[in-house]
Structures are given as C-alpha cells and as structure tokens.
C-alpha cells in the first residue's frame, strides 16, 4: 500500500467495513451472543474488527487500535477508535440503521472521524481544520456536501434527542436526563434499541438509529442530542465530525472526556443551558478508562 493522509486511511478501513459488513448482512448463520450489558455481538462485528486491527498493524505500525470488541493494542498516543458495527441489534434484524464508526485519536483528541452507512448509501467524515461532509456511496459518485449545525440560540425551542428513552435509563442518569426533559416543552427520542434475548434473533428494525443524534445535529435537522451509555467509539467519531459542522461535543461535566459514557453534541449556542439543565443531579464523573 502506497502512503496515505490520515483521512484517506480511514476512509480505506470504512472502504474494508462496508465490504464486510455488506457481504455478512441478512444471512441466517451470521452468528451473535449477547454481552453482559444484553447487547449482541455478531460475527461481523468480530470479523470487522480483526479485519481493521490488522489492517491498522500491518500499515500504520506506529498506531494503536482501540476497538468495542476487544480492546485496545499496540501504542496509546496514536491510535485508531473503531465501533466496527454499531446498531448490531438492527444488523441482525435485517434493518438500516446501522453502519460503521472509524475515528484517529492523536494525543488524546480526535482528528479524524468517520461515520459510514452502506445500507444508507452514504457516508460522513471530518477532519480537523477541514470541515466536516456527508457523500452518497460510492465515493466516486458524487460531490461531497459541507455540513453546517443550525442556529438556534434558545433551549426551550431546540429540538432535542435523549439515548436511551427515558425507560431504559440506567439509574445513575435518570436525575440528569429528568432534569433536561423537564426543560423541554417536547423532547424528542431516539429509537427504542431493540429487544433480543439468546434464544432468538431480533426480527424488528429501529429508525432512524445510527442517524440519529450526532449526524443529525451536525446536518442541522437536530440543535442537540444527549446520549447516557457507551464507550469511546460509540463518541469519538461522531464529535469531531459534530465539532467540524461548526458544533460542540462535551461530557455531561462539560469536559472533553470519551470515557464517561456520556456525550452531548449541540450546535454550540444552546451548549451551556443544557450542562445548566443537567447540573442540579448528575452524578460524580467515572474513573479515566481507555
């Protein structure tokens, strides 16, 4: 492999992704087991990830890979986050809301990221000081389109998403996303994340999933979206490419953390009444994790 810009090598692994994923997507004896927080994990999402940690190992010797799956390898001051299928639950399904999440953490902040859905046909990618863009796949097909946050100053009349609903929060976070919802006339939700236990394979599908939240407030259709539960790269990806869009991305603390499993993503101007909103009972932040 030639030498390639940090952009054109996540681009390359989103490129590996989409193959894989694409090839495994619908078929009966793509295998899952569930994990101990009851989500699933799927044979592709295995093979994804060794597929892009090899990848990572073999050309870029001098980065580390940090994967949802199985940790983190090799050096820690580079290194590649990677969410190899997220919306596993709505893959097995058979549904669209899912694709891949790619981001390259440089110093503990995120330069690259991007976000890519080939059952959606399209793609999202930043890049520090670049901007951040949306393209329909393939590539080659069309002229990417510069994303812009909106510009709503007002909390009261944003237009907001809160992960997970409100009946499946973790206790830790019910105080906080309570306090926000009350702020709200009209909060909006996320889809529900499907139901699957080991015995069967989840047959509904959710929308608009992997979309939602981040993508969108970087698109404009949202002002913000909080999110309670996750690891770095379920985040990492979609901040930079939130930040790029000309938005913010924080911790419930108003910290740069990753590791919390929170994230709030606004379009910047409604950013310090939502940490205002969250402040009376959010709990003490975790540990630093990877």
Not at 112 to 130: F, H, I, Q, Y
């Amino acid at each position: 492999m030639t030498t390639t810009s940090d952009l054109e090598f996540a681009h390359l692994l989103a490129d590996r992704a989409d193959s894989i994923s694409m090839q495994l997507f619908d078929k009966p004896d793509t295998r899952f087991e569930l994990k101990s927080d009851g989500t699933p994990v799927s044979t592709a999402d295995v093979h994804i990830e060794e597929t892009l940690r090899d990848l990572v190992r073999k050309h870029r010797p001098t980065e580390g890979f940090l994967g949802e799956e199985d940790g983190h390898s090799g050096p820690r001051q580079h290194r590649w986050v990677v969410d190899a299928i997220d919306g596993t639950s709505d893959f097995l399904a058979g549904g669209t809301a899912w694709g891949s999440l790619i981001a390259l953490e440089k110093n503990g902040a995120v330069r690259v990221g991007v976000a890519s859905s080939p059952m959606l046909g399209t793609r999202w990618w930043a890049k520090t000081g670049n901007g951040a863009w949306k393209e329909s796949l393939p590539r080659s097909s069309a002229t990417p389109e510069r994303l812009t946050v909106s510009s709503q100053p007002f909390l009261v009349s944003s237009q907001i998403t809160v992960w997970p609903p409100q009946n499946r929060l973790p206790s830790k976070w019910k105080g906080s996303a309570l306090d926000l919802l009350n702020a709200l006339p009209a909060p909006l939700h996320s889809a529900e994340r499907i139901h699957c236990d080991r015995a069967s394979r989840p047959t509904s599908k959710s929308a608009p999933g992997f979309t939602a939240g981040a993508l969108q407030v970087a698109s404009g259709v949202l002002d913000a979206s909080v999110f309670f539960g996750g690891g770095p790269w379920d985040i990492a990806a979609r901040a930079v490419i939130c930040e790029e869009a000309g938005g913010h991305f924080t911790d419930l603390w108003g910290g740069s953390r990753r590791d919390t499993q929170t994230a709030i993503v606004s379009n910047r101007l409604v950013h310090n009444q939502i940490l205002e909103a969250l402040r009376p009972n959010r709990p003490q932040p975790p540990e630093p994790t990877d």
